[in-house]
């Protein structure tokens, strides 16, 4: 059985189709991701599979469960950390802890016990018993990952798990759901826009825009789709003659002249580089600036979507445009 399955999943709000026929399985043990900008529906997909809404059409099974058909046997089974944060800043971060045991009904006893070694496992002990207003950010957010394991979920939903949050705070926000997944076997179905968090994180991306999955696999097979890395040169002119002896060196791939640039693409830069360089002397062209690129998601959503997955103001008006596209078409 696998953690999860969903089948020609969709859902339609009105004109806008957030989530477009969509299938994937996520494997036990797990750290499954979805990688798409603003608006790709990923929060809609979640929402879905935790049966917070239901699917226009398709269906899905989590941890053999209909979500349908038996959403409070998927609900005794999942975890969510939601987008938004939940967590109360009034109380303590015990209180919000024990106040999450409370509503899925776990006796007080196992509660306590339970709570403190969640607090543990994220390093919060030291801060359990001081009101959620004075945590930092990052703190929040392990807390409210906290909170959804409260009743020990075989799958945990994980919604922009470091939206915000700056770059150390994410790295040690992944090593906790790392040890999540090692240490207390949870699966992870989790979404994120940012491609070096779902390439360091995941074991799996599926790579969603406008609610339709373009790509499902490894991030290092997604990254080898693309094809080598890419040496960058900026050079003065270069003839035909110096770019044949480019062309024929053992690892590269293709050369391409664009005046006073140089693009050429290798198998391993770093191998390639030395010789790149030195053919170019030796042929008496100057080179002023030389960049290696390696290939990662970022290419990946480039090649697959036509456009960058950091263009998220792009994303968002393509969206709007579409959807008054939409609106003509039907008046
Ligand atoms: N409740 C809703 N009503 C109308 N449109 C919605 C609703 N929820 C999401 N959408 C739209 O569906 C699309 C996907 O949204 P969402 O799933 O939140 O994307 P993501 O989480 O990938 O940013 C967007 O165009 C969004 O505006
Ligand atoms: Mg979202």
Redesign the pocket.
Known sequence: MNAIEAHGLRKV??E?V?VDNISFAVEKGEIFGFL?P????????INMLTTLLKPTAGSARVWGYDIVDEPERVREVIGLAPQELTVDDELTGYENMMLHAALYHVPKEEARVRVKEILEFLELERFANKKVESYSGGMKKRLEIGCALIHEPKVLFLDEPTLGLDVQTRAAIWNYIRSLVREKGVTIFM?THYMDEADNLCNRVAI?DY?RVKAIDTPSRLKSTIGGDLIELEVSEINGLTSEKLRTLPGVIDVVLDGERALVKVVRGEEVLPSVISILIRDGVSVRRVEMKKPSLEEVFLSLTGRKLRDENGAREE?ARRSIAIRRARS
Do not use: V
Not at 38 to 45: D, E, I, L, P
């Open positions: 709000f009105g806008i957030a798409g603003n608006g790709a529906g990923k929060t809609t997909t979404t969603i609610g969206i």
